[in-house]
């Protein structure tokens, strides 16, 4: 065997570990969901993200005001919306307009019994209400006067609406990772991969012995 093709079957079977480390994929990271009340204000004929926190926004006469319980992936603005429209006429058009005061349209969606906390039970049907509230009054002070009872915790986050969940607030969820050779991980792509570097190590040393006998 010539030291040129010495140096070609050398410089084969250096390459296999170097495949190895480029084509086996590397664990999948865990995401985090987060379970809680998201706040929407339907604006446009759609709903759209609340930038403020109830505690400080204050919606003006007309307004309709959303809510959502969900299993959230960032825990923003791609939560899922109420699922019923914020029609205002549709929800306060029996509420007279009163001097000093304003109606505003709430929409509480308890979400889906994927989206409950563990033992909680099937969550309650959606509900809608119309709040008759000062003039002042923040999204907050609506809930509180439509649908109590609410519940925050120690840092003012609202954990609770109608006295649901019972527990919990704002938690992550860490959901599993992708199962074993799934295309998500790449798994699936193992098998192939070691089989190819067998036939590649199998080939040259057959090559090599061949090249020899010569």
Sequence with gaps: MTAALRRTAAALLAAVPAALLVLV????????DYRYW??????????????????VYVPADGSVDGWRFALSPDGGRDAARPGAAGDFAALCGATAAQQGRKRVAVVLDFGTPADAPKGAGTPPAARTAC?????????AEVLAATVPPLRYDSAGMLCAIAGYPRAGCGEAVADAPAASGSPSDGGGLLGPVLGGVLVLLLGTGAWWQLRRRR
């Design 38 to 55: 998201s706040f929407w204000k339907w604006s446009g004929g759609a709903w759209a993200y609340q930038q403020q926190g109830p505690a």
């Design 131 to 139: 709040a008759s509230v000062p003039a002042a009054a923040t999204s």
């Design 25 to 32: 994929p590397a664990a999948p990271a865990q995401a985090a």
